[in-house]
């Protein structure tokens, strides 16, 4: 279970690196929010790390999500 502080700091970095999507593209979002999870998980605690993961899952998303 994650902290209150980590948790929204984990929110945070997902509407940056989301801001130019549409709410709609839940999909997309999901895939983004599922991978900086698991790099919190796996100890990327930092905005910038966890932004730099964020940005990498969207460039990867699936193409059905977009």
Do not use: F, I, K, Y
């Given at each position: 279970m994650l902290d209150a502080t980590t948790t929204?700091?984990?929110r945070?970095?997902?509407e940056q690196v989301?801001?130019?999507l549409p709410?709609?593209?839940t999909g997309t979002r999901a895939h983004v929010a599922s991978k900086i999870?698991?790099?919190a998980k796996t100890g990327e605690i930092?905005?910038?790390r966890l932004?730099?993961?964020g940005m990498e899952?969207?460039?990867s998303a699936p193409t059905m999500w977009r």
């Open positions: 929204g700091l984990l945070a970095v997902l989301c801001e130019s709410r709609s593209e999870l698991d790099g930092t905005a910038d932004r730099q993961v899952a969207l460039r």
